[in-house]
Structures are given as structure tokens and as C-alpha cells.
């Protein structure tokens, strides 16, 4: 699991979403006049007895109702969803013959904009703003866009069905791989990439060697998640196994055994006297310590870059646990 940074254009996301709940083609030139003489009394009327201003950390008197719920951050809306629960608001429909519980029948309009937003390419334009090529899920999959198409899937957090209010909610948007988004459908996970009050690397990728020779066959070792011994963060650690085990990790991370071992291999040999041998061997190829451990390694280990590259965070966690970042950081301060 990746955190997703914050979005950088969320007044041309909020434009769009007000758009589509207009219908019909208009010129961008009337959507604000229009939205606020035709819809503002609709949502108001919609949100009463349920969601009010007091809901949002955002208390500035300029924005409606509307305009926080679409670009609430991801804590504010959990506080919502807890709300919901608490007050028990909860109606039961029949869909596709199956019955389902949702908050309001009447906010299932938001549903009918996310699917004018999908048809528009949203998944495509947010995999280009956030600027992320894997999925935050796994960090296993590729999620870019091969030109006009996208590869990336919208998963709602907040399940669409059951929380039709939240269909649209920029933080409620997570691009997704394919095979996260498709084992995921609607059970709820236990953290949220976009929950940025959550400390992430508390959770580390490692391995355990099943028998002592573990060395001469990848698949005698096991690859794990584990977490803090100390215990800091009980709840982060409850809902981080949650996603774990929702979305297959621990099944997923067992198909590269072989890329752990090739990445233990190398740090094995990878130390003060190979570097500076590679470093005279072939004078310029490499820039920094950091360009020297990616060229080696083969992968990006800075938490920055994770979403930039499939298996980064496998990486960076083992580089931590065998002592290389270390060594290469060491090296740096002394140079
Ligand atoms: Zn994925």
C-alpha cells in the first residue's frame, strides 16, 4: 500500500463534477452561474437532517455543501461514513435481485455522474495529474495510459453502491490495477492510500528462509508483511492486515520469491570495495550513490518514487533490512 499524493488541480476536477450534474452541453462559461441557481437548493435539500457544514475541517463560508463534499480530504469523509453508521440512515434496496443497504436512495444521482465521468475518461485524467504509473494497492501492477486508453480502473474506497454519496468525492477516487480493483469490489479495506494520517511504513515487506540452503531455491522462502515490534500503532497494524488479506497481498508477494532472492544476492556483494571497483571501472556512468543503487538494484528506494515503478517498495524495504541504504547513506555523508 502506496499513499497517493494530494490531487494538484482539484478546482478543474470540482468545475467538471458540476458540469456533468447539470446535464446536457453548456458553455464552461455558465456552469458556476447555473450550478448555484439550479442545484444548490437540490443539495441542500438532499444533505438536510444529515450532512452539515459542521462535518467539514473546511469551515470557510465561500464553498457550499457541495463544493466540500467533492473535494472533502480523505479523514473527513471517513468521519461522514462513521456518521452514517452511528445514526444508523441506512435503507435497504434491491439490486441485480441482490439486497443492499445504502445510505439514501435519492443520492443515487451521484452514481449517474460518476458513470458521465468514467465515460469522459476520468480514470485516464486522474492517472496524469497524480502523475503515478502503478497501482497504490499492490504496488505490483502498472496503471499508465497507453495514449487515449486508460489501464487503471476507478475503485471507490467507500464502496459506490452502498455510498452513493461518495460516488464522486475526489478522495474517495483510488486508481487502481485491474486485479485490485476486480478482487476488491465492494468489501471495505482498512486504510486508504489517500489517508495521508497514516504512517505507511509501518508496514514493511521482508522474507523468512524456510530451510538454511534457502539460497539455492527461491521458492524455500517465504515473502511476509510485518510490523513495528514496539506495537506504536496497533490500529494502523489491525487495518493494514485488513488490505492485506482483502486483496490477496500475501498470495500476490509469493510470485516474487525469485526477485527477493536476486535482490539479497546482490546486496550480498554490493559493498564498499564493489562500488568504488565499479565506480573506477566505469569513470562517469554513475552520477550519485542513488543512480549507482538503481542502476544495481534495478528499482527506485526512495518513498517518493514508489509509485513510479512496480516491486519499489519490496525493494526499498529489503534495501533497509539488509543494511545497503544505510552503507550507501554512510558513503554519501563521507564523500
Ligand atoms: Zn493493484
Not at 457550499?64 to 456518521?83: D, G, M, N, R, S
Not at 504509473?133 to 505490483?140: A, F, G, R, S, V
Not at 495521508?196 to 514493511?204: A, L
Request: one cysteine or more; charged letters at 25%; glycine letters at 4%.
Amino acid at each position: 500500500m502506496i499513499p497517493i499524493p494530494p490531487f494538484p488541480s482539484p478546482s478543474a476536477y470540482l468545475f467538471q463534477t458540476k458540469k456533468l450534474f447539470l446535464h446536457g452541453n453548456i458553455s464552461d462559461c455558465n456552469v458556476e452561474s447555473r450550478f448555484s441557481s439550479e442545484k444548490e437548493k437540490e443539495f441542500k435539500s438532499l444533505f438536510a437532517g444529515i450532512i452539515s457544514s459542521e462535518d467539514f475541517d473546511d469551515t470557510s463560508a465561500d464553498k457550499t455543501l457541495f463544493e466540500k463534499l467533492i473535494l472533502a480530504p480523505f479523514p473527513v469523509l471517513q468521519k461522514i461514513h462513521k456518521k452514517f453508521h452511528e445514526h444508523q440512515f441506512q435503507t435497504q434496496i434491491i439490486k441485480n435481485e441482490r439486497k443492499i443497504w445504502v445510505v439514501k436512495d435519492e443520492w443515487r444521482i451521484f452514481l449517474k455522474a460518476y458513470d458521465r465521468l468514467v465515460s469522459r475518461h476520468l480514470n485516464s485524467w486522474l492517472v496524469d495529474q497524480y502523475g503515478i504509473k502503478c497501482c497504490p494497492y499492490c504496488n505490483e501492477n502498472f496503471v499508465f495510459n497507453r495514449g487515449d486508453k486508460a489501464s487503471a480502473q476507478l475503485d471507490h474506497f467507500f464502496p459506490k453502491d452502498k455510498y452513493p454519496l461518495f460516488a464522486v468525492s475526489l478522495y474517495n477516487l483510488v486508481p487502481a490495477c485491474p486485479a485490485c480493483n476486480h478482487i476488491k469490489r465492494e468489501s471495505m479495506l482498512g486504510v486508504s492510500p489517500h489517508d495521508n494520517k497514516r504512517d505507511f511504513d509501518q508496514m514493511r515487506i521482508s522474507y523468512t528462509p524456510k530451510v538454511s540452503s534457502w539460497m539455492l531455491d527461491h521458492h524455500t522462502l517465504d515473502v511476509i508483511f510485518r510490523f513495528g515490534s514496539s506495537g506504536e500503532d496497533r490500529e494502523f497494524e489491525q487495518d493494514m492486515k485488513k488490505n492485506i488479506a482483502c486483496l490477496k497481498l500475501e498470495p500476490a508477494y509469493q510470485n516474487h520469491r525469485d526477485y527477493v532472492q536476486e535482490i539479497v544476492n546482490k546486496a550480498f556483494w554490493y559493498n564498499d570495495a564493489a562500488t568504488e571497483a565499479f565506480r573506477n571501472s566505469l569513470p562517469g556512468v554513475f552520477g550519485s550513490e542513488g543512480e549507482m543503487l538503481r542502476m544495481v538494484f534495478g528499482n527506485y528506494a526512495e518513498p517518493k518514487d514508489f509509485l513510479k515503478r512496480p516491486l519499489s517498495k519490496l525493494t526499498r524495504d529489503l534495501l533497509l533490512e539488509l543494511g545497503v541504504l544505510n552503507m550507501t547513506k554512510k558513503r554519501q555523508g563521507d564523500t
